[in-house]
Every structure is written in structure tokens, then in C-alpha cells.
């Protein structure tokens, strides 16, 4: 019944920062796990970034030191602050619960 909303993707330098929101329209303490994940033009869609209920975190080897994952159970809100961003980070991120709940995305283009 959650349905998942991102938002704060856009234009970034190489080397840029964004915050990517992704609001439910429920609560996420029933989610177990919050996720993002994205996609780049004709690519798979891989996983991101993990949080669990408690805050505990999971990364990708991309992501590891540079994007942080992180919940607000109270504020039924999902964060994903880029930092260091890369060309190759180009891509529309996903806001995801329990592997099986998807927002419409939000696309990053990192580009000079």
C-alpha cells in the first residue's frame, strides 16, 4: 500500500553533490529495508544503497565513501546524499522497499 515519491535529482558538475529524497505515503517502519537503486540509459538496474529499520547501512563498492544512505522512520523519509559525483553516476535513482516497492525515479546527469 506504500507508495514511494523521489525527488532532488538534476544537473551536476563532476565532483558535485546532490540529496535525493524519496517520500512514502505511509509509514516505512513497516519496511524492513529501504533501498535505492538506479539505472543508466540501457542499463540494468543495480542496487545502490541499503537501510534497515534500526540504520544500519549497506553499500555498493561504488557508493562505499561516497554516498550516504539514510531513514527517518518517524518522517516516513528516505535520503540519499551524492557526494564526489562521477560521470558514470549518471543515471535515474530508485527508491525501494523490501526489493519490491519502487518509486518512479529521479534522474542524476553528472556531466562538464
Known amino acids: 500500500q506504500v507508495q514511494l515519491v523521489e525527488s532532488g535529482g538534476g544537473l551536476v558538475q563532476p565532483g558535485g553533490s546532490l540529496r535525493l529524497s524519496c517520500a512514502a505515503s505511509?509509514?516505512?517502519?513497516?519496511?524492513?529495508?529501504m533501498g535505492w537503486y538506479r539505472q543508466a540509459p540501457g542499463g540494468p538496474r543495480e542496487a545502490v544503497a541499503n537501510?534497515?529499520?534500526?540504520?544500519?547501512?549497506s553499500y555498493a563498492a561504488f557508493a562505499k565513501d561516497r554516498f550516504i544512505i539514510s531513514r527517518d522512520n518517524a518522517e516516513n523519509m528516505v535520503y540519499l546524499q551524492l557526494n564526489n559525483l562521477k560521470p558514470e553516476d549518471t543515471a535515474v535513482y530508485y527508491c525501494?522497499?523490501?526489493?519490491?516497492?519502487w518509486g518512479q525515479g529521479t534522474q542524476v546527469t553528472v556531466s562538464s
Open positions: 525501494n522497499g523490501d526489493g519490491t516497492i
Open positions: 505511509g509509514s516505512i517502519f513497516s519496511i524492513y529495508a
Open positions: 537501510v534497515v529499520r534500526d540504520g544500519r547501512t
